[in-house]
């Protein structure tokens, strides 16, 4: 996503009540034991309170039974593993990768997010080579040498993103790239510009692309949406950023980030694919709804969302990060909270809960 200013690499807030609170929610769910409480003790056993941890550009898939998260941090990204997915932000972090000295890739390293597709794992990362300005920014690939995703990774390089696939010429800046499945041909889209500028608050849009595998863009790329919206239309900055698809049964979604990023009245807004029949690369095949996931009094700034069910499917949740003040910047932290779905299949996230506020913990962590 964007950054105007340095500072959005800050990551250095503090949660001192996370550890008190997760400990309260263990005790009251160990084992499944029968625990004699005070009133307050029962209101907390089973439950947690956002915000998890500082973060940003929060990622987690699961594979089986276990989550993983990835974050970029220090020139270097890092995975963390937890059965639990409330425990998963303060489990211990690897470092899988670390940024060359030199190159396209050497710093700046944002927003990464991992990926198993057909037996292996890939990072899909954004990398540049200076800044601020943020003007060299691009996405990137990392392969694993197997199903380990805490084994060895390859850089896999530079994808390309630009409008002449055959020459290689006219490559254009790209960030949070994130790759999604339809009808059985994997399929990239990311937040670009149009051309290339000497500015990072240059308007950002979403584009789609076919992969010949999880590293090599087949066609050119083809414009998927633009903010024009005016849900969209920030004060300083017009933007679609952040990506994501979302799958249930036979619909699928792309969820993405919109207005300001530094600003409280960052949100979420919703692409949906019409028919899973028509053609993903027609922007006429997509519906656009939004905002559909906003910060409120307590919570500023909501974006950059990912999703995930529990072990048996049966609860969805959404994972994002919010400002820890309304003033603008990048300080921000990682919440999570359960959605719900509308009659017309629409995904329902609710008002964003408040920091402190409980919500009940994954109905696997706590029978």
């Known amino acids: 996503m964007p950054r105007a200013h340095p500072l959005h690499r800050s990551r250095n807030a503090t949660r001192g009540t996370i550890g008190l609170l997760l400990a309260a929610t263990i005790i009251g769910c160990a084992h499944g034991t029968t625990v004699t409480a005070s009133p307050s003790a029962t209101a907390v056993a089973c439950t947690f309170a956002n915000p998890l941890a500082p973060?940003?550009?929060?990622?987690?898939?699961?594979?089986?039974?276990?989550?993983?998260?990835?974050?970029?941090?220090?020139?270097?990204?890092?995975?963390?593993?937890?059965?639990?997915?409330?425990e998963l932000f303060t489990a211990p972090a690897h470092a899988v990768w670390t940024a060359p000295d030199t190159g396209w890739n050497r710093t700046n390293v944002w927003a990464p997010e991992l990926h198993f597709i057909d037996g292996r794992w890939y990072i899909y990362y954004t990398a540049g080579r200076d800044g601020p300005p943020f003007t060299?920014?691009?996405?990137?690939?990392?392969?694993?040498?197997?199903?380990?995703?805490?084994?060895?990774?390859?850089?896999?390089?530079?994808i390309y993103t630009g409008d002449s696939v055959g020459t290689g010429t006219g490559d254009r800046w790209s960030i949070?790239?994130?790759?999604?499945?339809?009808?059985?041909?994997?399929?990239?889209?990311?937040?670009?510009?149009?051309?290339?500028?000497?500015?990072?608050?240059?308007?950002?849009?979403?584009?789609?692309?076919?992969?010949?595998?999880?590293?090599?863009?087949?066609?050119?790329?083809?414009?998927?949406?633009a903010p024009d919206a005016e849900w969209e239309r920030g004060p300083e900055l017009d933007l679609q950023e952040g990506p994501q698809f979302l799958y249930r049964g036979g619909d699928v979604f792309v969820i993405y980030s919109t207005r300001d990023s530094w600003l409280k009245e960052y949100a979420l807004g919703e692409l949906r694919l019409r028919d899973t029949t028509t053609n993903p690369l027609s922007p006429s095949s997509w519906t656009k709804r939004g905002p559909v996931f906003t910060g409120n009094a307590k919570v500023f700034g909501v974006g950059h969302a990912s999703f995930v069910t529990t072990p048996d499917g049966a609860e969805h949740w959404i994972v994002y990060h919010s400002k820890d003040s309304p003033t603008p910047g990048w300080r921000r932290s990682v919440f999570i909270q359960p959605f719900t779905w509308s009659s017309a299949g629409e995904p329902l996230f609710g008002p964003a809960t408040a920091p402190g506020e409980r919500i009940r913990l994954p109905s696997h962590e706590c029978p």
């Open 55 to 86: 973060g940003a550009d929060p990622w987690v898939v699961r594979r089986d039974s276990v989550y993983y998260y990835v974050k970029s941090q220090n020139r270097r990204i890092w995975i963390s593993r937890s059965t639990r997915l409330s």
């Open 176 to 225: 949070d790239m994130t790759v999604g499945r339809i009808r059985g041909r994997d399929y990239a889209v990311w937040s670009g510009w149009a051309e290339r500028a000497s500015t990072d608050k240059t308007r950002q849009q979403l584009y789609i692309a076919p992969l010949d595998n999880p590293w090599t863009i087949s066609t050119n790329r083809v414009l998927l949406s």
């Open 136 to 158: 060299s920014q691009h996405a990137g690939v990392l392969q694993s040498a197997d199903g380990d995703a805490l084994g060895r990774w390859t850089d896999r390089g530079r």
